[in-house]
Structure formats: C-alpha cells, structure tokens
C-alpha cells in the first residue's frame, strides 16, 4: 500500500480546493490556506515537496509575496487556474515560469493525478540525488534568509556549466566553501579541487605555483615541479584574491583561460590542461581595472558566471541558526556546564555588525564556549557591545533582560518544569506563565 502523500494548496475562497477535494485523488492529503503569510509559516512547521497556488483572478495574489514564495527551491508548484485565465495576457509570463504545471477548471482528475505524480517525483529526486537541502540551508551551508536561498539556486545553475567563476564578497562571507561546494557537486566531482591564495605568495614565486618549473630552471629549482593548473587537471582550480594577482602574472593567466594549455618555467613544451578555473576577491574589480590595477580582458574572462556573496549583517535573520550550528559542531571544545546561548547574548549577535562577518562569528561562538564560566553563554562572552552601551536600552528593557535571563537558566536547570521553576523563583505557577508569555519565552 502506498504511503499517503502530502500537498499544500493556497486558495484565497477556497472554490478551487473544493473540486480539487471532490476529484477524491487516492494517496493525496491537502492542506488548504488563504494567505501567501499562511502558506509560508504552514510551509516553515510542516515542509511540503508540493504546492499547488489557485488563480480565480489574474490578480488574486500580490505579485511580490507570492514570488517570494513561489522561490521556494524544495517546493514544486503546480498553477490551478479559472477557466481561460491561462490565456489572460494579464498573467505575467515570469509568474508563469514557477510552475512546474498549469490546469484550468474544470479539473481533469487523470491528468492531475499524473502531474502531481511526476511533480512528487521529481521533487523527491531533485533532493535525494543532489543531497544537499537541508532543513537549515543547502550546499553544506548554514540559512534559510532569501538571500541564501538566492546564493543556493545560482548554485544549482552554475553546477550544470563547465564555465569560469567569479566569487565576489567581502572576507569572512565563506568564498572558499563556496568554490568547494561548487566543486563537489559538479561532474569534477572526482577531480581534485586546488586552491591558491595569490596575496599570500610572493610575486617572484606565483609564476612557479600557477606554471610549475623544470629542473634547473632557476637558482634551487633542484627537481620538476608540477604548478597548481597542472595538479588542478580534470577538476577545480580555485583562485583567491585573484585581485592581488600582479599584473603580468594576469598576462599569463589569461593565455591560459584562453587556449587551456600551459608552459612550465624553463620549459618550451606545452601542456594540455582541462581545469576548471573558479577565483574569489574580497575588492571591486570592477573598480580595479579602471584603475589600471586589473586587466580588463582577464576580468570578463573569468567573470562568465558571477555569485556575489552576502554579508553578515544583510541575512540577521540566519545569525541565531549559525550560532546554535558552531556551538553543536564545537560542542566538545566546551566548558562542561554551558548549555547554549542566553536571550541578551543572541540579540546582541542580531544586532551586531560584523565586520569580520560568518569567521569572525565562529571565533567569538568558540572562544566564549570555552571561556565562559556560565550555563549560558552572555553578551560579554561574546565580546559583542550591549544595547545598553548603545544607549538603546531603557529601564524597563533592562528589567526584562534580567527576568528573561533568571527563567530561561531556571528552566534549563528544571528541564523545563514550570513547577519547580516557579518554586525556585519564588512566584506561583500562573504568574510564572504570564511572565513566560510576556518575555516570549520559548518552553
């Protein structure tokens, strides 16, 4: 007997979800919303490989929140539409791009049945083969905000290419893992993956890295040696700050990017490469070669596809998860009594800038689990400035830090027995709750 499967279905009056019910589809359970709001949080509890979004209007939903919903990449979504709206020149033909079907009332209970079918299908495909969605971010990444699940669908374009890669973003976003998730899951998957920092070697050497040389080529060039283009054969050459590459190394480089063939250092032999050039940079290039700092040609070489990664402070919404993720990955490089983060030490972190962005998190969740003295992890473990400092926080906000703070570490001790905890705090049961549901205290 087949497992019973499950689709959400967004309907504003409900008329379209009630001939879909009438179809009596074995296998299939629905759950029907009225909101693009409703069908987001329905979605964030309770994930779905099937949507299915009723159109008894071309304008039955708001264009901005449905596209976000609609960029759901763990979601397949089928369009059921009145009858004769498909031809509705008022139907955008970008909206008309998220669906994976479209079926006009009245409803063809076989064809439906087929859809749906291929949809869950393709849908349970999609995520067991490439083996990366996660429920808390995809490519062994870390965030559900829409600008990670932007950075996660460019991903899954540029693994179906075999062209160059431009990663831009400020240091600290994670270029590199990146570049290597790019790697795993592409069909260089079994080349090797080699990266090179081109700020961290000195110029007279980078020739020699990237080329390779012969023996007796230079002063101490005692044996061949293979460069990284060469090692990089049938995989991934990565290139960090490509931006501090010197000039007429970039000469070199764009040989090579143009005719995929090399020449060691005091050699005349050419050799034929099949790499995968992927490079990183922290600067504008862009600005960089107005200004003569970086070549214009070996830019738009290697900018065929470009992935610009967000900072920190522009996906808040990720810091909790990225914390509670280091501090379960560092679990055993903790003091034995922490147990996790206190409500003032994750507010600090939302609030915080971070200029060092996701490393300079990681640096900081590590230090204070392995510092600190407490059960949970506060604001001054953490380095980080409280709105206090800032001159944010008023009396009565500082009152419910402290509540919101005695309770949590009350509750943790308690295993979250209101009983006791009430007991210990000296309050009854019931203001106990009312302080709970005051401070949004998650139990």
């Known amino acids: 007997m087949k497992s019973q499967r499950h689709g959400l279905v967004l309907d504003r009056t409900g008329a379209i979800f009630a001939e879909l019910e009438a179809l009596g589809l074995a296998g299939w359970e629905f759950q029907v919303v009225s909101t693009v709001e409703a069908a987001r949080k329905a979605l964030s509890r309770d994930p779905q490989l099937i949507g299915l979004v009723a159109f008894d209007s071309p304008h039955a939903w708001p264009a901005a929140e449905l596209d976000q919903l609609l960029a759901r990449p763990e979601v397949e979504w089928i369009a059921l539409l009145e009858e004769g709206l498909l031809r509705s020149e008022r139907i955008s033909p970008e909206l008309l791009r998220s669906f994976h079907d479209f079926h006009s009332l009245p409803l063809d209970r076989v064809r439906l049945a087929f859809t749906l079918g291929h949809a869950h299908g393709k849908a349970q495909l999609c995520r067991s083969a490439v083996?990366?969605?996660?429920?808390?971010?995809?490519?062994?990444?870390?965030?559900?905000?829409?600008?990670?699940r932007q950075l996660y669908r460019q991903i899954d374009k540029i693994l179906t290419v075999d062209a160059p890669v431009l990663i831009g973003g400020e240091s600290g976003t994670g270029k590199e893992l990146v570049a290597r998730a790019i790697h795993q899951h592409s069909a260089r998957a079994r080349g090797p993956f080699?990266?090179?920092?081109?700020?961290?070697?000195?110029?007279?050497?980078?020739?020699?890295?990237?080329?390779?040389?012969?023996?007796?080529?230079?002063?101490?060039?005692?044996?061949?040696?293979?460069?990284?283009?060469?090692?990089?054969?049938?995989?991934?050459?990565?290139?960090?700050?490509?931006?501090?590459?010197?000039?007429?190394?970039?000469?070199?480089?764009?040989?090579?990017?143009?005719?995929?063939?090399?020449?060691?250092?005091?050699?005349?032999?050419?050799?034929?490469?099949?790499?995968?050039?992927?490079?990183?940079?922290?600067?504008?290039?862009?600005?960089?070669?107005?200004?003569?700092?970086?070549?214009?040609?070996?830019?738009?070489?290697?900018n065929v596809?470009?992935?610009?990664?967000?900072?920190?402070?522009?996906?808040?919404?990720?810091?909790?998860?990225?914390?509670?993720?280091?501090?379960?990955?560092?679990?055993?490089?903790?003091?034995?009594?922490?147990?996790?983060?206190?409500?003032?030490?994750?507010?600090?972190?939302?609030?915080?800038?971070?200029?060092?962005?996701?490393?300079?998190?990681?640096?900081?969740?590590?230090?204070?689990?392995?510092?600190?003295?407490?059960?949970?992890?506060?604001?001054?473990?953490?380095?980080?400035?409280?709105?206090?400092?800032?001159?944010?926080?008023?009396l009565e906000e500082l009152r419910s830090t402290v509540e919101r703070e005695l309770i949590e570490v009350s509750l943790k001790k308690h295993g979250n027995n209101v009983s006791e905890t009430a007991r210990q705090l000296g309050v009854s049961r019931v203001t106990l709750y009312r302080m709970i549901d005051r401070l949004k205290i998650i139990l």
């Open 305 to 394: 596809l470009h992935v610009s990664l967000p900072a920190l402070r522009e996906r808040r919404e990720d810091i909790p998860l990225l914390a509670e993720t280091v501090f379960a990955e560092h679990r055993h490089q903790a003091s034995p009594q922490v147990r996790g983060f206190g409500s003032a030490a994750l507010r600090a972190m939302m609030d915080y800038e971070w200029p060092g962005n996701v490393r300079e998190l990681i640096n900081r969740v590590q230090r204070a689990m392995i510092m600190t003295e407490n059960r949970l992890i506060g604001v001054s473990d953490l380095g980080l400035p409280t709105s206090a400092e800032n001159g944010a926080q008023t």
């Open 131 to 148: 083996g990366v969605r996660g429920e808390f971010g995809s490519y062994g990444m870390t965030g559900t905000s829409p600008k990670m």
């Open 194 to 302: 080699i990266a090179m920092n081109c700020g961290a070697i000195a110029p007279s050497l980078i020739q020699s890295e990237l080329f390779g040389h012969e023996r007796g080529a230079f002063t101490g060039a005692g044996q061949r040696k293979i460069g990284n283009i060469e090692a990089a054969n049938d995989g991934v050459l990565f290139l960090d700050e490509i931006g501090d590459l010197p000039l007429e190394m970039q000469a070199n480089l764009l040989r090579f990017l143009q005719d995929k063939t090399i020449t060691r250092v005091g050699s005349t032999e050419r050799v034929k490469v099949n790499v995968r050039v992927i490079a990183a940079t922290h600067v504008d290039l862009q600005r960089a070669v107005a200004e003569g700092r970086f070549r214009e040609d070996l830019y738009y070489r290697l």
